[in-house]
């Protein structure tokens, strides 16, 4: 799970479930008349309190989190399940006002005149609790300023000078492994690139093994060279031939590595290994 993947509006429900988790071993009822030593009921002592309140919010805001920071987020019932969460939010939130309008209960209807209960403190919290969290559940998928990550992206490891060792691990800019400059990505050290002629060889004599390109080639592919990047917020990850399903989303704050144009996009290597296409390249930040 990348942490970094969690926006503004998940602080906000990470936050709110805290509080509303807290508020569950507060009293839910206040008893007129009843002495200091009364033992007042709290969340945990209230069936219906705790299932449609304190744990629809907490499980909410656990399936918003999670999905979040998985690269293809699971589904439960044919929802995703971050949308999922997003109705625990809301049920839990409408739960609380009911218990605000009635904390009582059926039982203030046996007989007439008032009961003498109204809503505790652990009751009141509990509903500020659950609307923040359903309010912050509904605006990370809706407003722009939600959507923005919880933490922001490490700056790029700074260039090394010459003959310094490279630092870091794969991954980051400067790692053992980053192809070199006019390097092709996936050549072995020593090996040698396209257009270096062997020791011995005479210029423009066909090497062994080496065609010719067709003409045109060159422009075709360009003077691209393998970069690292990374991007601003999460960003799904096409595979190349194409298909609309994801195959992986490219989290802020972790370095990927470009290996290819493909056409405005770039075809991007994670680091577990899978190849695919980032159609949205705008704001990225190269290494």
């Known amino acids: 799970m990348n942490i970094r993947s969690l926006t503004r509006g998940?602080?906000?429900?990470?936050g709110a479930a805290v509080l509303l988790f807290i508020a569950s071993f507060l009293d839910i009822i206040d008893l007129e008349g009843a002495p200091d030593s009364a033992d007042i009921p709290n969340a945990w002592n209230?069936?219906?309190?705790?299932?449609?309140v304190t744990l629809a919010g907490?499980?909410?805001?656990?399936?918003?989190?999670?999905?979040?920071?998985?690269?293809?987020?699971?589904?439960?019932?044919?929802?995703?399940?971050?949308?999922?969460?997003?109705?625990?939010?809301?049920?839990?939130?409408w739960s609380a006002l009911g218990q605000i309008f009635d904390p009582a209960g059926g039982f203030d209807n046996m007989g007439s005149g008032d009961s003498g209960v109204s809503a505790g403190?652990?009751?009141?919290?509990?509903?500020?609790?659950?609307?923040?969290?359903?309010?912050?559940?509904?605006?990370a998928l809706?407003?722009?300023?939600?959507?923005?990550?919880?933490?922001?992206?490490?700056?790029?490891?700074?260039?090394?000078?010459?003959?310094?060792?490279?630092?870091?691990?794969?991954?980051?800019p400067g790692a053992q492994g980053q192809p070199q400059q006019g390097q092709p990505y996936g050549a072995q050290p020593g090996q040698p690139q396209q257009g270096q002629q062997p020791y011995g060889a005479q210029p423009g004599q066909p090497q062994q093994g080496q065609q010719t390109p067709p003409p045109g080639a060159a422009q075709a592919t360009g003077d691209f060279s393998p970069f690292w990047f990374a991007?601003?917020?999460?960003?799904?990850?096409?595979?190349?031939d194409g298909s609309p399903t994801p195959i992986a989303e490219l989290a802020p704050g972790t370095w990927y590595l470009a290996v290819e144009q493909r056409g405005p996009g770039l075809v991007a290597q994670t680091q577990d290994g899978r190849r695919g296409v980032l159609q949205d390249t705008t704001g990225i930040q190269r290494g």
């Open 58 to 93: 907490v499980i909410g805001a656990v399936c918003i989190v999670v999905s979040r920071g998985l690269p293809t987020p699971p589904k439960v019932l044919g929802l995703d399940l971050g949308h999922f969460g997003v109705a625990f939010a809301i049920a839990a939130a």
């Open 46 to 52: 209230s069936g219906p309190f705790l299932l449609g």
């Open 121 to 139: 403190v652990g009751t009141i919290l509990s509903l500020i609790a659950a609307l923040v969290l359903a309010a912050g559940a509904v605006l």
């Open 10 to 14: 998940d602080g906000v429900v990470i």
């Open 142 to 172: 809706t407003v722009p300023a939600f959507k923005a990550p919880l933490v922001g992206a490490p700056r790029p490891v700074a260039p090394q000078p010459y003959g310094g060792q490279p630092q870091g691990g794969y991954g980051y």
């Open 231 to 240: 991007v601003p917020v999460p960003r799904p990850l096409y595979a190349e």
